[in-house]
C-alpha cells in the first residue's frame, strides 16, 4: 500500500468513527522471517471486537515497517505482556 492510499484508508475509516489500530509483527505465520504492518478495526460486535483490514507493508526491519506508518498521525504503544508474540508493537 502506498502512502496516499494509507492516508486515505486511515482518514475514511477516522471519518467513519472508527480508530485503526495499526500492529507491527515479525515472523508471523503467513509471513516468515519478515516484519508485517496490519490495519485492525475495533467493532461493536462483542463476539468479534476486532475487524482486520489490510497489510500495510511486508519488510526486512522494524525501521522499514515504523517508515510504513510516516504518513500517519500516530503514536506507538508498547506491547502488553498478553499479546501474541509475535506482535513488537501497536500504533494508535
Known sequence: MNARELV?????????GS?????ITKNPEDYPGKYVVRVQFPTKDPHYPIAVGPV???VDNLRAAR?????????????HADDDPVIVETWL
Not at 486515505?8 to 467513519?16: D, F, I, K, S
Open 19 to 23: 480508530l485503526p489500530i495499526y500492529v
Open 67 to 79: 517508515r510504513a506508518l510516516d504518513p500517519l498521525p500516530v503514536v506507538r504503544m508498547q506491547r
Open 8 to 16: 486515505t484508508l486511515h482518514t475514511n475509516a477516522y471519518r467513519a
Open 56 to 58: 500495510i507493508a511486508v
